[in-house]
């Protein structure tokens, strides 16, 4: 990291030694994000966080997410090489500001709040009430059509899961839909489907807000079987 001394912070991935390096195959970019990715990786390069190597191991397409202020972060799939890494659960230190300028560490100022009652943060709207979902995810599923076809089915319950904390029991109120993503299943979007899909809906207009339990209400717990 620039400007940062090497034996103060210096990453060293840590990769089983009987994982079987994999290759992603290539998939395809539109103009427009190859131009973003393209510009990204020049940074990158520029800035030595990454360098250019003749024969690859490991090899993981990038992706291209569109941010808030409508320019472009570019993500790695990494999805092969989490799986033969080992997990750290050492838990993440708090920050402390003494210790960024001692180490000449810098914090992107578009993504920190200070002062403030309430905002976003983590994808989800904070407040004096408690932990809010984030309007503009429920709104998308609002916007959504009835699926037809498994592709649609697969993005609507991948929405669905994101805003799960906030929809209680979803797993038993959406269970119809879930059983037409399996393989051995046929999708035919019936009925019952439907009526789920608008019950959701009806529940993501005016979504619960999270808070504190309270010592003196009774407190309920959901067990699920996997």
């Not at 990494?78 to 960024?100: H, Q, S």
């Not at 994808?123 to 649609?152: H, T, W, Y």
Request: aromatic share 8%; proline share 6%.
């Amino acid at each position: 990291m620039p400007g940062i001394d090497p034996k103060f912070l210096c990453h060293r991935l840590a990769v089983y030694r009987d994982a079987r390096p994999i290759a992603q195959k290539k998939r395809k970019m539109g103009d427009e994000k190859r131009k973003a990715a393209n510009a990204e990786v020049q940074k990158l390069l520029q800035a030595k966080f990454i360098r250019e190597v003749t024969y690859t191991t490991w090899l993981a397409n990038v992706v291209l997410v569109k941010k808030a202020n409508g320019k472009w972060r570019m993500c790695t799939d990494y999805t092969n090489l989490n799986k033969a890494c080992p997990k750290d659960t050492y838990p993440l230190p708090c920050i402390n500001f003494g210790e960024l300028r001692k180490h000449n560490m810098r914090l992107n100022p578009e993504k920190c709040t200070f002062g403030v009652k309430g905002g976003k943060f983590l994808g989800f709207m904070l407040s004096a009430r408690g932990i809010e979902a984030n309007r503009d995810k429920c709104q998308v599923v609002l916007d959504m059509r009835s699926p037809s076809n498994l592709k649609e089915l697969q993005r609507l319950s991948g929405r669905l899961v994101a805003l799960s904390r906030f929809l209680p029991r979803l797993a038993d109120k959406i269970n119809l839909m879930t059983k037409l993503l399996r393989k051995s299943s046929t999708f035919l979007w019936n009925e019952a489907c439907e009526e789920a899909f608008v019950a959701m809906k009806t529940t993501l207009a005016t979504p619960p807000i999270l808070t504190r339990p309270e010592p003196s209400s009774p407190l309920s717990g959901i067990l699920g079987c996997i």
